[in-house]
């Protein structure tokens, strides 16, 4: 008899491409132990009673493994309730993910749809997964005028420290005077 078990359980398409993309088809969430232990909160024996919650019309199936230990202690079927939870957990973490790439890119000057495409090519999201819409609409309505603000003010900071070690290094060879570069420091 083998150690290892599994179920099938509904989640979103790019929730099942994040799972596949960091522990692997199927699933071993012992790579993510933060949804390792969420899974074992939510795996029951099975319950005889009915459960109508619907589940969301563009969802897929990932299979997850998990040990004889975890079988036995807490389980092997997820209830739909629990199924949308688990889905909703993680697609939180991964949009926490998605717009702080996102939003660090947009802070160095690249558009917001440069940004997107190159989430989607690093953390493999093709456009039938997770598409390029998708995320924009996550984008705008999530950042909706703090973008704006946030990358002005780290372009200044960052320009300002670009002219600080400038001027440093232009004061350590001699080639302006301290004084001089007091005062381009103050402009």
Not at 107 to 127: H, K, M, S, V, W
Not at 140 to 145: A, F, P
Not at 152 to 163: A, V
Request: hydrophobic share 35%.
């Amino acid at each position: 008899m083998t150690d290892l078990f599994d179920i099938e359980i509904l989640v979103k398409p790019y929730v099942r491409q994040y799972l596949i993309n960091n522990c692997g088809n199927p699933a071993d969430l012992s790579h993510l132990p933060k949804f390792q232990e969420l899974f074992r909160k939510l795996v029951r024996k099975p319950m005889l009673r009915f459960e109508s919650l619907p589940m969301p019309v563009d969802s897929c199936y990932v299979r997850i493994v998990f040990s004889k230990d975890t079988f036995y202690r807490y389980g092997w079927e997820m209830t739909r309730t629990n199924m949308m939870r688990f889905n909703r957990e993680i697609e939180s973490d991964l949009k926490f993910v998605m717009r702080t790439y996102i939003s660090s890119r947009a802070a160095l000057g690249y558009t917001i749809a440069q940004c997107i495409r190159d989430f989607q090519d690093r953390f493999n999201f093709p456009e039938e997964v997770w598409s390029y819409e998708a995320i924009k609409k996550d984008i705008m309505r999530n950042t909706d005028g703090k973008r704006g603000n946030d990358v002005s003010n780290f372009l200044n900071d960052m320009d300002k420290k670009i002219h600080q070690i400038f001027l440093e290094n232009l004061s350590s060879t001699g080639t302006i005077s301290k004084r001089y570069r007091n005062e381009l420091q103050e402009i």
